[in-house]
C-alpha cells in the first residue's frame, strides 16, 4: 500500500545541456532522503524521485535533488579544467619516487 504523502517528483532534463554522470552522482547523494530513476528518451533525462522519509515534502525533495545535480556539475567543471594539472603532480610526484629508489 502506497503512503499518498510520499508521491513521485519528476524532474526532466535536456540531455545536450545535461551529462548524465552528474545525474548520476547526484542520485546517489539522494540516499537517505529518498530514491533517483532515471530514464532516457527523446534527447532528455527524466529523473523520477521518490522520498523515503514521510517528513520531506516533494518541493524540498526536488530542490535538494537540484541542488545535487548543480553542485555536481560544478565538480565535472572544475575536474575537466585541472585535469592537466592534476596529471603534472602525479607525474612529479612517481617521478621523484623513481628516482629516490
Do not use: W
Not at 548543480?70 to 617521478?95: C, M, Q
Amino acid at each position: 500500500m502506497s503512503d499518498p504523502s510520499l508521491s513521485d517528483i519528476t524532474v526532466d532534463f535536456s540531455a545536450s545541456m545535461q551529462s548524465l554522470g552528474a545525474l548520476r552522482e547526484a542520485a546517489y547523494r539522494l540516499i537517505g532522503h529518498g530514491a533517483c530513476q532515471i530514464d532516457e528518451g527523446n534527447g532528455r533525462y527524466i529523473c523520477r524521485l521518490s522520498p523515503t522519509r514521510p517528513q520531506l515534502q516533494g518541493g524540498e525533495l526536488r530542490s535538494h535533488f537540484l541542488n545535487l545535480v548543480t553542485d555536481e556539475n560544478l565538480r565535472e567543471k572544475v575536474r575537466s579544467e585541472t585535469d592537466r594539472l592534476r596529471d603534472v603532480i602525479v607525474a612529479l610526484a612517481f617521478g621523484s619516487l623513481a628516482e629516490e629508489q
